[in-house]
């Protein structure tokens, strides 16, 4: 599943993260996908990847890929939450908070992206 998402964010990288801050991400050649963690640390019922693109040494992008219903569901709605979220903070603030960038299907599961943060945590 991960080389076709792959291929899917570069094909259609114009309408999803290249949009991005004025395009910050120029379409990538290659992304790099890292497995955060494992189901039991953490009650998630989706996989949590950090995305690095081309040779970057950072990752980029924050993916959440789910086949649950009701996961697919939570991640629609914390992607409507950080899009609130980011409208009412300082941008001193904004570093810390991932900006959402899309959710989307894909197959039958469902994925959500957003933006690394790079800020340190509150």
């Known amino acids: 599943m991960i080389p076709g998402l792959s291929r899917y964010l570069i ?28 189901v039991r640390d953490f009650p998630r019922h989706y996989g949590y990847f950090y995305l690095f693109l081309d040779a970057a040494r950072t990752p980029a992008l924050v993916a959440k890929v789910t086949a649950e219903e009701e996961a697919k569901a939570r991640l629609g709605r914390d992607l409507e939450r950080l ?6 903070v ?17 197959g039958a599961s469902w994925v959500s992206l957003e933006e690394f943060a790079t800020g340190e945590r509150l």
Do not use: Q
């Not at 899009?83 to 009412?88: A, C, L, N, T, Y």
């Open 11 to 38: 094909d259609h990288w114009d309408t999803l993260a290249g949009a991005l801050d004025g395009g910050r991400f120029p379409r990538p050649t290659a992304i790099h996908w890292l497995k955060f963690g494992s």
């Open 83 to 88: 899009r609130r979220v980011r409208e009412r």
């Open 90 to 106: 300082s941008a001193e603030l904004l570093p810390t908070i991932p900006a959402p960038i899309a959710g989307f299907a894909f």
